[in-house]
């Protein structure tokens, strides 16, 4: 069982930067592949970006891509996404997830554990 906890949304301009953070329990975190996505109301749940177990592999929607970074570490039980020159379609509630499994995916139905989420907003 893992249980996440997101944090470092808020409100930013356009250009900005934010760092967002997930906070992981449990001692098997190290074994759990991990993903972003995000979600505006109304519409479907998007996936932003995913690292693997052993963190030598990341993947990104081209929509973020070369402005996101996503990373983890294993002996804080927490991954991190660094969102910079941020646009007003990054608005979204940011969700952290977690896959038994040793790479990522794009997508959100291969994913054991979810996060509450953290709400970022970008003004124009």
């Known amino acids: 069982q893992v249980q996440l906890v997101e944090s470092g949304g808020g409100l930013v301009q356009t250009g900005g930067s934010l760092r967002l953070s997930c906070a992981a329990s449990?001692?098997?975190?190290?074994?759990?592949?991990l993903g972003w996505f995000r979600q505006v109301p109304g519409k479907e749940r998007e996936f932003v970006a995913t690292i693997s177990r052993s963190a030598v592999t990341t993947y990104y929607a081209d929509s973020v891509k070369g402005r996101f970074a996503i990373s983890r570490d294993n002996a804080k039980n927490t991954v991190n996404l660094q969102m910079t020159n941020l646009k007003p379609e990054d608005a979204a509630v940011y969700y952290c997830a977690a896959r038994d499994h040793m790479m990522g995916s794009s997508l959100d139905v291969d994913y054991d554990y979810w996060g509450r989420g953290t709400l970022v907003t970008v003004s124009s």
């Open positions: 449990g001692r098997t975190f190290s074994t759990y592949s």
